[in-house]
């Protein structure tokens, strides 16, 4: 069975800070604020103690901070010049105190921008909540008995990473040796918001032979100071599956793009990254390292059962063509047919 999946196309970025890949001379954007539902003006930015609004783009794990998109708290609209590239970018808006102190914030929303004047919509903005407040204990066993050197080498372990999240927005996860048996995160975390944990077990190359819970998240309400999560067996599932992406290639940048083979479309070269649930990068071909030619269909014959996120970009240096996508959403649950349909537009 193959399955159509939900795409969107982004921009790819070399590093996690700095924001030169987004830049570009095609598209302008406008936004417009508000604070708690209120109209931003003197007396609601003093209220939450602001002074100035800033438009942030994130950038791969970090953020693009920019003199040129800040503006007074007050004004409630900004209008930007031509300064973006055409892609899809995560942006939030964030009130700053005097002291370029975070008063409040949006969460993050995805916008995609095309040539021309972009109208990206109101955002609401909350007030930013205290700093983390909340340590956590966590223990492990593998396999069935206490997480040792013995143990964790017998299984070809090297690390536990412990993920976490808030509704759907992944936080940074943090890891330990699988010998230890226990970790533990020092006021890493925020008291009384509902937060999802998976731990899962590593080998050397990052890759996942594990996860607690295997096909969900434990969900815990951590309090303020010290909490401790019940242990989690982590068991190397021997179950795997294949998966298979075909990828389909806009013909054009508008809106009346065709997705047709990659001949077709006249892709030269294909890099993509297939990342596993908590956000691993479990294979990868970069665009840069990627041998001249193109193809249709990208295989893994077995899978851990997990669902991945496929990243795949394609160029063409003679035309300047670039292409790039991001699907997600890919079920490996069936022992012998997991096959999805990926859609790649063409970004100019």
Same mark, same amino acid.
Do not use: I
């Given at each position: 069975m193959v399955r159509l999946l939900s795409w969107s196309f982004v921009a790819f970025?070399?590093?996690?800070?700095?924001?030169a890949e987004w830049r570009g001379d095609d598209a302008a954007v406008s936004v417009t604020w508000t604070i708690a539902g209120e109209a931003a003006s003197p007396a609601s930015c003093a209220a939450a103690g602001a002074t100035a609004?800033?438009?942030?783009? !994130?950038?791969?794990?970090? !953020?693009?901070?920019?003199?040129?998109?800040v503006w007074s708290c007050a004004t409630g609209a900004a209008v930007t010049g031509p300064i973006f590239a055409v892609a899809t970018l995560d942006l939030t808006i964030e009130l700053l105190d005097p002291l370029d102190r975070v008063a409040a914030f949006t969460p993050w929303m995805r916008r995609t921008v095309a040539p021309g %004047?972009?109208?990206?919509?109101?955002?609401?903005?909350?007030? $930013?909540?205290?700093?983390?407040?909340?340590? +956590? /204990?966590?223990?492990?066993?593998?396999?069935? /008995?206490?997480?040792?050197? $013995?143990?964790?080498? @017998?299984?070809?372990?090297?690390?536990? !990473?412990?993920?976490?999240?808030?509704?759907?927005?992944?936080?940074?996860?943090?890891?330990?040796?699988? $010998?230890? =048996?226990s970790g533990r995160v020092e006021s890493?975390?925020?008291?009384?918001?509902?937060?999802?944990?998976? +731990?899962?077990?590593?080998? !050397?190359?990052?890759?996942?032979? /594990?996860?607690?819970?295997? $096909?969900?998240?434990?969900? @815990?309400?951590?309090?303020?100071?010290?909490?401790e999560l019940e242990p989690f067996a982590l068991a190397v599932d021997t179950a795997r599956g294949p998966l298979t992406a075909l990828l389909y290639w806009g013909d054009r940048v508008d809106g009346d793009a065709v997705f047709v083979g990659c001949e077709a479309a006249g892709v030269a070269r294909v890099g993509y990254g297939l990342q596993d649930g908590g956000g691993a990068v479990v294979d990868e071909l970069l665009l840069e390292s990627a041998p001249p030619g193109c193809t249709d269909v990208l295989t893994w014959p077995a899978l851990p059962l997990?669902?991945?996120?496929?990243?795949?970009?394609?160029? %063409?240096?003679?035309? =300047?063509?670039r292409w790039s996508a991001e699907c997600w959403g890919l079920d490996v649950t069936d022992p012998d047919?997991?096959?999805f349909v990926c859609r790649v537009p063409r970004l100019r």
């Open positions: 970025v070399g590093c996690g800070m700095g924001g609004a800033r438009l942030v783009v !994130r950038v791969g794990e970090g !953020r693009w901070l920019d003199p040129d998109l %004047d972009n109208a990206l919509g109101n955002f609401d903005l909350r007030p $930013a909540a205290g700093g983390p407040d909340a340590s +956590l /204990a966590v223990r492990w066993t593998v396999g069935g /008995a206490a997480a040792d050197a $013995a143990s964790c080498a @017998a299984l070809g372990a090297e690390r536990v !990473r412990l993920d976490w999240r808030l509704g759907l927005l992944a936080g940074e996860p943090f890891s330990w040796p699988c $010998a230890d =048996g890493g975390l925020r008291s009384g918001l509902e937060t999802d944990f998976r +731990l899962r077990l590593l080998d !050397r190359d990052g890759f996942v032979l /594990a996860s607690a819970p295997r $096909a969900s998240w434990y969900v @815990a309400t951590l309090e303020p100071g010290e909490n997990d669902t991945f996120t496929l990243v795949v970009e394609g160029e %063409d240096d003679a035309s =300047g063509r047919d997991n096959s």
